[in-house]
């Protein structure tokens, strides 16, 4: 078993006050987000904030340890706080974080035991903690219709819809939802199937339009593009189309997330001969008529 519970952020911190870590609304296209923070030789991606844009959380890929673990940083008394380990890590790997709309569930991804078991997971399910008098639960797995989920990349619709990626019978991906009623998430339904490649997801606070990123295989290797998808009157989603190259470069781009208030779209922009990924945020507006 390995010790990651704890993982260590040993870079600067610089003095950052405000909110969205102190960073000044993007204006005219993609724009880098807190590189001095977040551009680190060891990828950080899928950033999420609370509504006030005054609390982060994001996956820190440690490559030379060979493991992913999930960090928080806040603003106290104006000023950003040094990253450190998110109190959701386990021994073992936890990725693919996200901040419900109203900042009070947390879900992502892991391998850790499920109850009953003292043995990690071949797979990954979905876990969440909810937030109440400003105090976190204990973690616990999401289930769909009574059943534990394996999935990856999960993102809340503000109703409290749970959108998600899996992986379809045949072995290609899907992106799925479930709608919550109360504290139950009823059955998953298939919204895009059938995707060769692909995996990190993000849906618009209200429903507007699905994040969708389509890689090359193998993966890291080849050309990550974003996506979009829109919803229909019918309920079906149109078939994804790729942002353009405003959004999509030679490099990979990965890990889209929306802010709460459904204006601000982060993703991650890797450079694939170095490893090194870097973030980004532009108005979500910009983009939606891309497809509409």
Known sequence: MRSRMNPTWNHEMPRLMGPWMGQGLPQNGPTKFCPEVLATENPVCGITFSPAGDEAYFTWNRISANSADLMT???KNGVWMRPKSAFVNSDQ?????????????LCWRSWRPLPGSSEPEEGSHLWAADRQDGAWSEAF?????????T????SFARKGALYFSARSSEGTYKVVRAQRT???????ETLIDGMGSGGDICVHPEERFLIVT??????FQGIGNLTISFPQSDGV?????????AINTEKLEYCATISADGEKLFFCRMDRSTRRAQTYWVSASSIVHVGA
Request: glycine content about 10%; aromatic content about 10%.
């Open 182 to 188: 109360e504290d139950q998430y009823g059955a998953v």
């Open 93 to 105: 790997i936890d990725n693919d974080i996200t901040l419900s709309p109203d900042g009070k569930r």
């Open 73 to 75: 940083t806040r603003m």
């Open 141 to 149: 797995p999401i289930r769909c219709d009574g059943a534990v989920q």
């Open 214 to 219: 389509r890689f090359s295989l193998p993966r």
């Open 237 to 245: 989603w149109t078939p994804l189309k790729e942002l353009g190259p």
């Open 151 to 154: 999935g990856w990349y999960p």
